[in-house]
């Protein structure tokens, strides 16, 4: 079964000058649940993080400043959002979607977050619409429990994921690698185990062989026990920040590329989604609809 988390925009409201780009969040899950794609008994709504599993990652006065909604203004802008009790609070929650998703991926194979990918917060500080990093808390969990060995993150969105980077530049038990636009924000990279830096303009075939190369070379030369996959669909052409030449079907391609190998390699996998901004929500939707549907098609 293809486990969901949702953190619905209902249970845990925003204020409305949060709304932007927070609407796919609330449009996808309908569109999978109307399509068929998933049924109501593959969703399910995570709880709050433990604050341990948090500081297992984050540094702990930047989380007590955080929680207690004393970021200074600099810090609030740098995160792109106004600072609230709510989005904390959403926050957490999509922090344990994504752990509880590594736990199903361990069951099912794969599972989802209707949310997080949020790869460039740091151990101290948020940016770029990210406050916490839920993959590195969810890779550390893994870590810490003894589920896994080695674990591949697999950052597909068009910026580089410099907060998981930086996260996990001194462990040797997680591999990051960060296919992303050169010249596109963070104007400072990080330095992942692995950077592919892109061209503006790219187009499909030759990002998609470039993908594949380097995905196969790591899989053989890691052998990871465990990927986590930032799935973000800013890298389509119509992306307003993207700056890339990606069509959706290419988007859809090198979805199916990374999970195919997964599955191939019987290497459970949880996926994130990550950014995406085109003018259209209805293309930001469909492109990451496809990550499900195929999802689905591949394991179920």
Same mark, same amino acid.
């Given at each position: 079964?293809?486990?969901?988390?949702?953190?619905?925009?209902?249970?845990?409201?925003?204020?409305?000058?949060?709304?932007?780009?927070?609407?796919?969040?609330?449009?996808?899950?309908?569109?999978?649940?109307?399509?068929?794609?998933?049924?109501?008994?593959?969703?399910? !709504?995570?709880?709050?993080?433990?604050?341990?599993? /948090?500081? +297992?990652?984050?540094?702990?006065?930047?989380?007590?400043?955080?929680?207690?909604?004393?970021?200074?203004?600099?810090?609030?802008?740098r995160?792109?959002?106004?600072?609230?009790?709510q989005?904390?609070?959403?926050?957490?929650?999509?922090?344990?979607?994504?752990?509880?998703c590594?736990?199903?991926?361990? *069951?099912?194979?794969?599972?989802?977050?209707?949310?997080?990918?949020? =790869? =460039?917060?740091?151990? @101290?500080?948020?940016?770029?619409?990210?406050?916490? @990093?839920?993959? !590195?808390? !969810?890779?550390?969990?893994?870590?810490?429990?003894?589920?896994? *060995?080695?674990?591949?993150?697999?950052?597909? #969105?068009?910026?580089?994921?410099?907060?998981t980077?930086? /996260?996990?530049q001194?462990?040797?038990?997680?591999?990051?690698?960060?296919? =992303?636009?050169?010249?596109?924000?963070?104007?400072?990279?990080? @330095?992942?185990?692995?950077?592919?830096?892109?061209?503006?303009? /790219?187009?499909?075939?030759?990002?998609?062989?470039?993908?594949?190369?380097?995905?196969?070379?790591?899989?053989?030369?890691?052998?990871?026990?465990?990927?986590?996959?930032?799935?973000?669909? #800013?890298?389509?052409?119509?992306?307003?920040?993207?700056?890339?030449?990606?069509?959706?079907?290419?988007?859809?391609?090198?979805?199916?590329?990374?999970?195919e190998?997964?599955? *191939?390699?019987?290497i459970?996998?949880?996926?994130?989604?990550?950014?995406?901004?085109?003018?259209?929500?209805?293309?930001?939707?469909? !492109?990451? +609809? @496809?990550?499900?549907?195929?999802?689905?098609?591949?394991?179920?």
């Amino acid at each position: 079964m293809l486990k969901v988390a949702w953190c619905d925009m209902y249970a845990h409201p925003l204020p409305e000058n949060h709304r932007f780009p927070m609407s796919k969040y609330e449009l996808l899950p309908r569109q999978l649940l109307y399509e068929g794609t998933i049924q109501p008994e593959n969703i399910f !709504a995570p709880n709050p993080i433990e604050a341990r599993r /948090i500081l +297992a990652i984050h540094d702990k006065e930047y989380w007590r400043r955080l929680n207690s909604l004393e970021l200074d203004k600099q810090e609030i802008r740098r995160t792109g959002f106004p600072l609230s009790r709510q989005l904390i609070d959403r926050e957490i929650t999509i922090m344990n979607g994504t752990l509880l998703c590594a736990d199903f991926a361990l *069951k099912y194979g794969v599972a989802m977050n209707i949310a997080g990918g949020t =790869h =460039h917060a740091f151990t @101290n500080k948020g940016e770029g619409f990210c406050l916490l @990093n839920d993959i !590195a808390i !969810a890779s550390q969990y893994l870590l810490d429990e003894g589920c896994t *060995k080695k674990i591949l993150i697999v950052d597909l #969105d068009v910026h580089q994921g410099n907060g998981t980077a930086q /996260i996990f530049q001194n462990e040797s038990q997680v591999f990051t690698f960060s296919m =992303h636009g050169g010249k596109n924000y963070p104007i400072h990279k990080e @330095n992942s185990d692995l950077d592919v830096e892109l061209e503006d303009g /790219i187009q499909d075939k030759e990002y998609l062989v470039l993908l594949e190369r380097h995905l196969n070379q790591i899989m053989e030369s890691v052998s990871p026990d465990f990927i986590f996959f930032q799935s973000g669909v #800013d890298i389509l052409e119509s992306d307003k920040l993207g700056r890339l030449g990606i069509s959706l079907a290419g988007c859809k391609q090198r979805d199916k590329i990374v999970l195919e190998i997964a599955h *191939k390699a019987d290497i459970p996998i949880v996926a994130s989604m990550g950014g995406g901004y085109s003018k259209d929500i209805n293309i930001i939707v469909e !492109a990451h +609809a @496809n990550t499900y549907r195929l999802a689905q098609e591949i394991y179920f």
